[in-house]
């Protein structure tokens, strides 16, 4: 219920704001869980992918974030839980499974950190664990335009144009390596982002 109110109104914002801009949503899965790998450039992304994608999202968030009781609670109800970063967060990725598992989808940005346009980060392996172990979709997302939109260190938006694009399921097979993984699914996310 407060996923698809906030969604609502954060659809309208968006469209008002910064005329979201919407490619491949033909790609998401119309049922079972999915994890949506994406390229991360502000905090405004995981906002901008839940306005994009037609089907309920779930997002692990850097557990920081839920020091404040309120904004905690708010990430709450939207379907966000906890991860501690730079870290091994083996309740955050059993937690990951538990929700795959259950149909729902799931945000994971592969560099753990905000970059920016044309910086990218060593994905982390931890992608690659939850594909290898879970066997779901991976489907690439490509954000564009949040960085300017709200860029690092800004106390307010600005009025900038924002793009989501969706990519085809990327074909993870039974390959052991959840590194090689990782590095493959960001290689799609950069693929993905030249052509849109």
């Known amino acids: 219920m407060h996923y698809f109110l906030s969604r609502s109104t ?9 005329r979201i801009k919407v490619q491949g949503s033909e790609n998401i899965p119309r049922r079972g869980g ?4 994406s390229n991360h450039l502000s905090y405004l992304d995981p906002i901008a992918l ?20 309120l904004f905690g609670k708010a ?13 091994a967060d083996a309740s955050a ?5 538990r929700r795959l598992r259950r149909g729902s989808g799931l945000v994971v940005f592969p560099e753990g ?5 044309g910086r990218r980060f060593d994905p982390q392996a931890g ?30 938006i600005r009025l900038h144009r924002i793009s989501v694009s969706f990519g085809r399921e990327i074909p993870i097979g039974h390959k052991k ?16 982002g030249e052509n849109s």
């Open 177 to 192: 390596d959840y590194q090689d993984i990782a590095k493959e699914i960001m290689a799609e996310i950069c693929r993905l």
């Open 127 to 156: 992608i690659g664990f939850l594909a290898a172990k879970t066997k779901v979709p991976v489907i690439p997302a490509y954000i564009k335009g949040t960085d300017k939109a709200l860029p690092k260190g800004a106390k307010f």
């Open 10 to 18: 954060f659809v309208l914002l968006f469209k008002i704001l910064f």
């Open 75 to 87: 990430l709450l109800n939207v379907g966000a839980f906890a991860v501690k970063r730079n870290s």
């Open 93 to 97: 990725l059993k937690e990951a499974i």
């Open 34 to 37: 999915f994890i949506l790998a």
């Open 113 to 117: 950190s905000r970059g920016f346009e």
């Open 50 to 69: 839940g306005v994009a994608c037609y089907r309920r999202l779930d997002f692990m968030a850097r557990h920081d974030l839920f020091s404040n009781p």
